[in-house]
């Protein structure tokens, strides 16, 4: 079975330092990019950004960058998601998701379509002091 | 960066009701777009990618259309069970995979 099991929840104090996780199984961790969607309470979802486990091709939202780190232990079939200080308004669920990739051919011309099929349970993440 | 926006924010529908949610892009985004849907508590769930194709598993009910900036999805009977909240997804963008705001869909 394909899954993406993500770590525990999280309570901690702002400027903290937070380091989620989210393990893949079932298929092969390395050909496929991983996401993570932010979701903070009540309201919609957010992209965040995306690793490529293979060779660590990493991109950002602009919203996100330099505000977390995504990163990946291909030995270990995981990403992270990680901050160095923590502010309330980080609190949120944080969710990872695997990108699949499917080509649609239309006459000569080779389309590539990315959706995300498989998504983890997610991680709650509370900061409060 | 793309922008994503659907409408209604949210609707109020009965059961049999046939429902209809657009999404539209700040640009032309092709076929580039999925539909999930998100119960309360859970991870979403992918129900429409490339705009028009079920992913497997997902009842006929559910459909997708459009093209470039405009997309819909349809639920063409509303079960018990549909009552959620949808969001569409643009992938065209160079892995920045922005969401709309969602829609959300309850009991009349």
């Known amino acids: 079975e394909v899954q993406l099991v993500q770590s525990g929840a999280e309570v901690k104090k702002p400027g903290e330092s937070l380091k989620i996780s989210c393990k893949g199984s079932g298929y092969s961790f390395t050909s496929y990019w991983i996401g993570w969607v932010r979701q903070m309470p009540g309201k919609g979802l957010e992209w965040m950004g995306i690793?490529?486990?293979?060779?660590?091709?990493?991109r950002y939202s602009p919203s996100f960058q330099g505000q977390v780190t995504i990163s990946a232990d291909k030995s270990i079939s995981t990403a992270y998601l990680q901050w160095s200080s923590l502010k309330a308004s980080d609190t949120a669920m944080y969710y990872c998701a695997r990108a699949q990739r499917i080509t649609m051919v239309r006459g000569v011309t080779s389309y590539y379509y990315y959706y995300m099929d498989v998504w983890g349970k997610g991680t709650t993440v509370t900061v409060s002091s | 960066d793309i922008q994503m926006t659907q409408s209604p924010s949210s609707l109020s529908a009965s059961v049999g009701d046939r429902v209809t949610i657009t999404c539209r892009a700040s640009q032309s985004i092709s076929s580039y777009l999925n539909w999930y849907q998100q119960k309360p508590g859970k991870a979403p769930k992918l129900l429409i990618y490339?705009?028009?194709s079920l992913q497997s598993g997902v009842p006929s009910r559910f459909s997708g259309s459009g093209s470039g900036t405009d997309f819909t999805l349809t639920i063409s009977s509303l079960q018990p069970e549909d009552f959620a909240t949808y969001y569409c997804q643009q992938s065209y963008s160079t892995r920045v995979f922005t969401f709309g705001p969602g829609t959300k869909v309850d009991i009349k």
């Open positions: 690793i490529y486990p293979g060779d660590s091709d990493t």
């Open positions: 490339a705009a028009s």
